[in-house]
């Protein structure tokens, strides 16, 4: 039950794309479909962006994507908005009901 | 409009209990699976423990197996959060998340501080 490794930071001008990445091992992110990205501001509730590796809920702008490859995920943010500036969080199924999240990455709007 | 809201974190002693709550509302409560998930000060999220739409299946991460216990009462829509044994570790923000199928926390609660020291 290790943490899926994240940058720490990411950071990119107005306008710009910033990619995230979280890497595990085949007995989570590379074994399953199950990976999914959430949005943390400070002091509110996280906030699902991704689900399923690719999908996005309802409401969550196209300028969010999400993708894998073994056993890496990664999270795109095109078009940065000021409002996109937050930690962002992976996390993946790891069998037997069991869920491990990324270490986390903070990202920066310049 | 789902709605979480967890309460009962406070300032405990180490080696002390404390029992978290959350209510729900805006969906049918017996029908999901529900979690707590934590993010202690500074650090990362991490996955706490899950339980079944009916309460039969519970599941926790290592570090709180024998000392935590999650449980669900669907006539009251709550999911609560029984801590025992606790641990300076365990100081942490504490959030109730409904969980879909696909393995993902669809909505979150505000969280409820949770401090233990002496």
């Known amino acids: 039950q290790s943490a899926l490794t994240q940058p720490p930071s990411a950071s990119g001008s107005p306008g710009q794309s910033v990619t995230i990445s979280c890497t595990g091992t085949s007995s989570d992110v590379g074994g399953y479909k199950y990976v999914s990205w959430y949005q943390h501001h400070p002091g509110k509730a996280p906030k699902l962006m991704i689900y399923?590796?690719?999908k996005r809920p309802s409401g969550v702008p196209d300028r969010f994507s999400g993708s894998k490859s073994g056993n890496t995920a990664s999270l795109t943010v095109s078009g940065l908005q000021t409002e996109d500036e937050a930690a962002y969080y992976c996390s993946s199924y790891a069998g037997s009901n069991i869920y491990v999240f990324g270490t986390g990455t903070k990202v920066t709007v310049l | 409009e789902v709605q979480l809201m967890e309460s009962g974190g406070d300032l405990v002693n180490p080696g002390g209990s404390l029992r978290l709550s959350c209510e729900a509302s805006g969906f049918i409560f017996r029908n999901f699976w529900m979690s707590w998930v934590r993010q202690a000060p500074g650090k990362g999220l991490e996955w706490v423990t899950n339980i079944k739409e009916d309460g039969s299946e519970k599941y926790y991460v290592d570090s709180v197996k024998g000392r935590f216990t999650i449980s669900k009462d669907n006539a009251k829509n709550s999911l609560y959060l029984q801590m025992n044994s606790l641990r300076a570790e365990d100081t942490a923000v504490y959030y109730c998340a409904r969980v879909r199928k696909g393995g993902y926390f669809e909505n979150w609660g505000r969280g409820t501080p949770v401090t233990v020291s002496s």
């Open positions: 399923e590796v690719t």
